[in-house]
């Protein structure tokens, strides 16, 4: 029988495990919890994996760096079949978080500045040193940077984005430009560790020993063999990065000369080759926002869709002429209606979270500086009790427990005649955006189930679009406008 994240943590740490808090996950399955000591004195993170595979890459790589002294969480303890694990807590810092202010604004602070530039340099070190001594077959799904893996991605952008914006185009011909494409990012020099989704959420902002705040590096279990030029691309381009052209050249340059402490490097050839990569790397990031966006109804990758098109749009001034075709096919989808803002009425979206007040209010990117936020804390809490521990407010238990306990029912009474008046007055004077947030101790149980009800409720009763998210179990959900209400 596998060991459990609480045997875990005792096998690590010498202590019994108490509170367990979900964090917000990434991209991939893989489930992350705050584990405390019952004396409060230690805290660990722990994971849990659905593939094997995956969680052997990432405890191959995290071993490796960490004997090379490189700034990556140091895991205390495995279980036997390899499917969870603790690690070292690095806290809560992002540097997606770290570097809001410039972000939002495009004028970046001096420490912000300071920390990006830490960040390449750290960059550079750990794709070189990484990879000595580096057994690639431990990687998943594969081992390195090839033709069938830039294929994979381009056809992705081509299916799961390209197609659905309904745009016409010359599939045959484009295929060709696909192959273009993909042999000169393979004729690339300068192989090292490719981390592969480098990017702000995957650098953690933490103290050092000497107490300097330093970027260590998270989530690298997809990294293999390849071109340092995808990571800079993905980093530097990120589609809500918001960096400007001369703050990505300073980095750039910050970059190269880090990165040339290891490995001669021709500046020229490397920005021309660098081109290439960030127009691939742009393509499947589109690739994967129409995926989560359009096919699995998550609102938050609809809304980075305007910043890569965006980007895309800068790069196409200076494209290649390796391949006219593609370029033309880009040109006409980023010039599309759909992309550009038509100064059109639109209709009032609602969105409806939930969260643990532990990691704070969600804020507010609409620019409206914030909505409604109901704090559930003072209800009857299902996850005090053990057999609700791995159930969330959608689980029939916790419905249960908490429409029978009977207090949950007349608070959200309450919630929605507030919530009711804003909604009807919004659609009135043509308002675009509301905010209704639910909160709790983890984020878990009570304001997910109130966040849930919300929603319908809203959607059912005035028929506008909901974008409903649960940020603490990495979860959204839309809910269409509806037409005959």
Not at 298 to 326: G, M, T, V, W
Request: net charge negative.
């Amino acid at each position: 029988m596998a060991q459990s994240l609480s045997q875990l943590f005792f096998e690590a740490t010498g202590k019994k495990a108490g509170e367990q808090t979900a964090l917000t996950a990434s991209g991939s399955n893989r489930r992350y919890y705050r584990i405390e000591s019952e004396d409060k004195s230690v805290s660990l993170i722990g994971v849990q994996g659905t593939s094997r595979e995956e969680n052997h890459a990432f405890l191959y790589m995290a071993e490796l760096f960490l004997e090379k002294g490189l700034n990556v969480p140091r895991v205390l303890a495995a279980s036997d079949d390899e499917m969870c694990y603790v690690q070292q807590d690095l806290g809560n810092t992002l540097l997606f978080d770290y570097i809001a202010e410039g972000r939002k604004t495009g004028v970046f602070s001096a420490p912000e500045k300071e920390m990006l530039r830490k960040v390449v340099r750290g960059l550079a070190k750990f794709q070189v040193i990484g990879a000595e001594k580096f057994d690639f077959n431990q990687c998943y799904p594969q081992p390195e940077f090839n033709l069938r893996s830039i294929l994979w991605d381009l056809n992705y952008f081509k299916y799961c984005f390209l197609k659905a914006t309904g745009l016409d185009f010359q599939e045959d011909k484009l295929e060709n430009e696909f192959e273009r494409l993909a042999y000169i990012l393979l004729r690339s020099n300068y192989s090292a560790f490719m981390y592969r989704d480098f990017q702000s959420r995957n650098v953690m902002i933490c103290k050092d020993s000497n107490g300097e705040l330093v970027p260590y590096f998270i989530d690298f279990q997809g990294g293999k063999k390849g071109p340092v030029y995808y990571d800079v691309a993905s980093f530097l381009w990120q589609a809500k990065a918001n960096f400007h052209p001369d703050l990505r050249e300073e980095l750039i340059e910050e970059y190269i000369d880090e990165l040339q402490k290891y490995m001669p490097v021709d500046r020229p050839v490397f920005y021309e080759t660098l081109k290439h990569f960030v127009l691939f790397r742009t393509m499947q990031v589109l690739g994967a926002y129409g995926f989560r966006g359009y096919f699995e109804k998550k609102p938050h990758f609809l809304q980075s869709i305007p910043f890569a098109i965006d980007n895309l749009r800068h790069l196409l001034k200076h494209a290649s002429e390796d391949y006219p075709y593609l370029i033309q096919v880009l040109k006409e989808m980023t010039e599309m209606k759909q992309f550009k803002d038509v100064g059109v009425r639109k209709p009032l979206v609602v969105r409806v979270f939930s969260f643990s007040y532990k990691k704070g209010i969600p804020a507010d990117t609409s620019g409206n500086g914030g909505g409604f936020v109901f704090d559930c804390r003072a209800i009857n809490n299902p996850g005090k009790y053990e057999r609700y521990q791995f159930f969330t407010g959608m689980d029939e238990p916790v419905i249960s427990f908490l429409e029978e306990d009977g207090e949950i029912l007349p608070f959200l009474e309450e919630a929605y005649n507030m919530v009711d008046f804003s909604v009807k007055r919004y659609m009135d004077r043509g308002f675009q955006n509301l905010m209704v947030s639910f909160g709790c101790t983890g984020g878990q149980h009570r304001s997910v189930y109130a966040a849930e009800k919300m929603a319908t409720h809203i959607n059912e009763k005035f028929g506008v679009e909901v974008q409903l998210i649960h940020r603490e179990q990495n979860m959204e959900r839309m809910l269409n406008a509806k037409d005959n209400v």
